[in-house]
Nanobody, 124 residues
Framework: QVQLVESGGGLVQAGGSLRLSCAAS????????MGWFGQAPGKEREFVSGSSRSGGSTLYSDSVKGRFTIYRDNANNMVYLQMNSLTPEDTAAYYC?????????????????WGQGTQVTVSS
């Protein structure tokens, strides 16, 4: 069982940066690939970024590639999403998720555990 708690969301102007954090409970954090998903108002939840168990392999959606960076600290059961050059289109609730796979997955169905989400709002 893994429990996830996100933090770090907020209101930021376009062009700004935020760092989202996800704290995981349990001793098996390093046995899970981790992902970040975003859900904009009225839209489906979609993949943003993912990290393999070790952090050595990462994935990004085309819309965030080059602007967002995912990284993890397995010693402290944390995963982060550094978000730079934010645009109003990045406005969404962001969810952290854990998956027992070795490599990050891009589909919602692959993930076993989810956090409650943190809201990111980017003003123009």
């Amino acid at each position: 069982q893994v429990q996830l708690v996100e933090s770090g969301g907020g209101l930021v102007q376009a062009g700004g940066s935020l760092r989202l954090s996800c704290a995981a409970s349990g001793r098996t954090f390093s046995n899970h690939a981790m992902g970040w998903f975003g859900q904009a108002p009225g839209k489906e939840r979609e993949f943003v970024s993912g990290s393999s168990r070790s952090g050595g392999s990462t994935l990004y959606s085309d819309s965030v590639k080059g602007r967002f960076t995912i990284y993890r600290d397995n010693a402290n059961n944390m995963v982060y999403l550094q978000m730079n050059s934010l645009t109003p289109e990045d406005t969404a609730a962001y969810y952290c998720a854990a998956d027992r796979s070795i490599l990050a997955q891009t589909t919602i169905a692959a993930y076993d555990y989810w956090g409650q989400g943190t809201q990111v709002t980017v003003s123009s």
